[in-house]
């Protein structure tokens, strides 16, 4: 899947492509670790981490835009 920002264009597959579709909109970090835990069947605390990571890394890149 590919996705495009600004312009610019990144490729995503795997779980990444369930992340970058849930985050078209507005979506509240814990609302993306739940989904992703649904349908992973894996648990929140572990989504967490790496969710906030993921998140973390979209945001040094420019990529999305975190609130605080």
Not at 12 to 22: A, F, H, Q, S
Not at 46 to 56: F, N, P, Q, T
């Amino acid at each position: 899947m590919l996705g495009h920002v600004d312009g610019r264009t990144i490729e995503v597959d795997g779980p990444g492509c369930d992340v970058w579709e849930l985050l078209t909109g507005w979506v509240e970090d814990e609302e993306l670790t739940a989904a992703l835990a649904r349908q992973y069947g894996a648990s929140e605390e572990i989504v967490s981490r790496d969710v906030r990571s993921l998140l973390g890394e979209l945001h040094a890149q420019g990529y999305v835009d975190r609130d605080g």
